[in-house]
């Protein structure tokens, strides 16, 4: 998004133009940095043991553990989250026999029914670089030449991409006592959906076994202390 003004400055000169457009950018970047606000998934348990301080739940059985994490993204680029809903996701496989999982066994969805399929780390990263691009600019001038003040913020500068592959989970087949844990990345939700429910299936001798991971959609993780009634919250808490 660019803003550039390039005109003539109004009645009372040079000064009070400055004056004016430094008081037009204090009500536009705060409202900018609005529009760019984060929303994050909190665990509300149901069932599956959270704890929403810290954005985690956890389900175990006899032969499978599975730790989800949202808001845990401390890569490049730091503000993925505009851009994919990013999940730490970690699956171990407590048995003595292979558990096998896949990207078409991991989805999302809202309280509308809408389902959300995980992305391919690869296609996540090209989202991140598209959105590495956006940038925001400033600038005025006075007469010819051009003279004033300008900011140009560009997002990012290197590979915005490289740490969305590199942290990714790769599914596959999970060896006895082994563990597979990564990022699972999907696109990003309406503004207007309020809870999710993200769901993993394993694969353990050909049996598929489902886990539901419900979540409430907050912005900037506010109301991330709250986990429904107290005796929920002692039920499930971590």
């Known amino acids: 998004m660019s803003f550039d003004v390039k005109n003539t400055a109004p009645l009372g000169g040079p000064s009070l133009y400055l004056r004016s457009m430094r008081y037009a950018l204090l009500l536009i970047v705060p409202l900018f940095l609005l529009s760019c606000a984060q929303r994050v998934l909190v665990p509300v348990g149901n069932g599956i043991k959270a704890d929403p301080k ?43 026999r292979e558990v096998w999982i896949d990207f078409k066994d991991m989805l999302l969805t809202d309280e509308r029914g809408n389902q959300y399929n995980a ?3 690869k296609d996540a990263a090209e989202i991140a670089k598209r959105g590495g691009r956006v940038g925001v600019s400033f600038g005025l001038s006075y007469g010819t ?43 990003p939700l309406p503004d207007e ?5 993200f769901k993993l299936t394993y694969w353990i001798e050909g049996r598929p076994v489902s ?25 499930n808490s971590l």
């Open 54 to 96: 810290t954005y985690t739940a956890l389900y175990e059985d006899g032969n499978v553990e599975v730790v989800v994490k949202a808001n845990a993204w401390k890569g490049y680029p730091s503000d993925l989250s505009s851009y994919v809903v990013p999940l730490y996701v970690e699956v171990v496989n407590k048995s003595d």
């Open 119 to 121: 992305l391919s780390p």
């Open 145 to 187: 030449p051009w003279w004033g003040l300008g900011w140009w913020a560009p997002a990012y500068t290197g590979d915005e991409g490289s740490d969305v592959v590199k942290y990714a989970l790769i599914p596959g087949r999970i060896e006895p006592g082994s563990k597979l844990r990564g990022f699972v990345y999907f696109q």
């Open 193 to 197: 959906v309020e809870g999710v429910t």
């Open 211 to 235: 886990v539901k991971f419900p979540y409430k959609v907050v912005k900037d993780g506010k109301g991330s202390s709250s986990n429904g009634s107290k005796e929920d919250r002692a039920e």
